[in-house]
Antibody, heavy 116, light 110 residues
Framework: EVQLVESGGGLVQPGGSLRLSCAASGFSFSGSHLNWVRQAPGKGLEWVAYIGAGGNTWYADSVQGRFAISRDNAENSLSLQMNGLRREDTALYYC??????????WGQGTLVTVSS | QSALTQPASVSGSPGQSITISCTGTSSDVGTYNRVSWYQQHPDKAPKLMIYEVTKRPSGVSNRFSGSKSGNTASLTISGLQTEDEADYYCCSYVDNNAWVFGGGTKLTVL
């Protein structure tokens, strides 16, 4: 069974940093493309970042230059380093695996709150 | 990376069919057959329902179907059931390596 478990969320002040993690199991992690997708409270889904099986990365314009996605295939772990956080980054952050150009499996999310 | 356009809400009675539209541009929906649809119940993670415009993942009911014409993709749910009541999001790959979601549609089963 595919499992994606996010962690690392919390309360952070504007301008601060946070690192999210996603522990994966039940599928071929090293051969999979992975993403972070977020959802602000009461709002819709927003794609944040992608990392391919080969390590290439893509970012949404809204986080380019502030967030960095990375993966550790030895640990079956996905990370998102978030710097220069803004109030509008407040959201539930999901990690999601990517196959056939779609997000086929999702975690339950970790909540990030940016507030003073 | 402008959001795709979906109706805010749709409704239908049990047994009826409904269609949710998702309008993009020639930079996303109109060019790529990389449109997917997600169902999200309250306080739950999204679930993939349709990928590559028309394909259903294993385990998804055949009451769910997808299509596309020009810059608009559509999700049709036939034989509505009460458990179909949820939020639905479309998503498309976009030029220059990105994805964009629609704003979401709240489906009410009356």
């Amino acid at each position: 069974e595919v499992q994606l478990v996010e962690s690392g969320g919390g309360l952070v002040q504007p301008g601060g940093s946070l690192r999210l993690s996603c522990a994966a199991s039940g599928f071929s992690f090293s051969g999979s493309h992975l993403n972070w997708v977020r959802q602000a409270p009461g709002k819709g889904l927003e794609w944040v970042a992608y990392i391919g099986a080969g390590g290439n990365t893509w970012y949404a314009d809204s986080v380019q230059g502030r967030f960095a996605i990375s993966r550790d295939n030895a640990e079956n772990s996905l990370s998102l380093q978030m710097n220069g956080l803004r109030r509008e980054d407040t959201a539930l952050y999901y990690c999601a695996s990517d196959r056939d150009w779609a997000f086929n499996s999702w975690g339950q999310g970790t909540l990030v709150t940016v507030s003073s | 990376q402008s959001a795709l356009t979906q109706p805010a809400s749709v409704s239908g009675s049990p047994g009826q069919s409904i269609t949710i539209s998702c309008t993009g541009t020639s930079s996303d929906v109109g060019t790529y057959n990389r449109v997917s649809w997600y169902q999200q119940h309250p306080d739950k993670a999204p679930k993939l329902m349709i990928y590559e415009v028309t394909k259903r993942p294993s385990g998804v009911s055949n009451r769910f179907s997808g299509s596309k014409s020009g810059n608009t993709a559509s999700l049709t749910i036939s034989g509505l059931q009460t458990e179909d009541e949820a939020d639905y999001y479309c998503c498309s790959y976009v030029d220059n390596n990105a994805w964009v979601f629609g704003g979401g549609t709240k489906l009410t089963v009356l």
